[in-house]
């Protein structure tokens, strides 16, 4: 797996991912997801790094998860995405985004 020079930024994770997924390699997107989740979830000062990017992450994440079959942590992730949106309207397309997701994944389990 190559090391990232973009330590402090999600998009080389998650658009890795996102081509492992287009390949169909959801357990090698999930490494990368997990790594990427690690490694940005704390910053150099002690608090969440950058949270938008973190949520793109976990919402990509759950995809990945939703095509693995762990519907269980699909949930937990989507709900981290939610959390970590902005409030208002600078969030309200990833927010949107997630809980289309989240409706989807509740139709598709019969709920």
Known sequence: MPIFLFDSHADPYRLYAEFEMSQKNYSRARSILFLGAQSLSVSSDGGLGNRGDLARLYYTWAICEWHLGDIIRAEVLFDHSLRLTDAGENGSEIRSLILYAIAR???????
Do not use: D, H, S, V
Request: aromatic share 14%; no cysteine; glycine share 14%.
């Open 105 to 111: 994944l509740e139709y598709a389990r019969g709920e």
